[in-house]
């Protein structure tokens, strides 16, 4: 069990932008937040995605064969602790409150995020606990104010900053 204690504290310290992961159109829309998203490649350009199968948007993304990755900004706390079942919400009440927009075959994307990427699944690998996703992807929308991304590290959020280039000195020492 110490081990098992020492990787969630090691895994802790790692900082993860926060996403809210979705799926579905109208009443069977649903979704979670997630910091495991990663780039894959840019040819084709695609993300991996490792959702928990015990989540309750699980099956539904992998029947809908799609989802959107959308990157929150600080303000969009309130997004991520929704998606995450903080305040007892499931399927697409955790809709309400912000604006949706809907791609055409796609997954329902939030139209303020900082980045919302339309994403085919073109392959599931088992992750243990967690199915591991490679989405194409078929859209990409980017807000026009590139703002700082909500950030989770030490169980607790934070955003990122800009970062001072070190100087030439501290970088040879």
Avoid at 126 to 152: F, Q, T
Wanted: some cysteine.
């Amino acid at each position: 069990m110490e081990f098992q204690t020492n990787f969630r504290e090691a895994m802790s310290r790692l900082a993860g932008v926060v996403n809210v992961i979705t799926t579905g159109r109208g009443d069977a829309r649903c979704g979670l937040t997630a910091t495991a998203m990663c780039s894959l490649s840019a040819e084709p350009p695609s993300v991996l995605v490792c959702i928990n199968a015990s989540a309750s948007a699980h099956n539904t993304i992998l029947a809908e064969g799609r989802f959107g990755v959308n990157v929150l900004s600080p303000e969009q706390a309130w997004i991520a602790n929704r998606f995450a079942g903080q305040d007892g919400r499931k399927g697409a009440v955790r809709f309400e409150g912000a604006v949706w927009h809907q791609t055409a075959d796609g997954a329902p994307l939030l139209s303020d995020a900082l980045v919302a990427l339309d994403c085919r699944i073109a392959q599931r690998f088992d992750g243990y606990s967690h199915s591991i996703l490679v989405g194409v992807i078929e859209s990409i929308h980017l807000s026009d104010d590139p703002r700082a991304c909500l950030v989770w590290q030490g169980r607790t959020y934070r955003q990122t900053a800009n970062v001072v280039e070190p100087s030439q000195h501290a970088l040879a020492a």
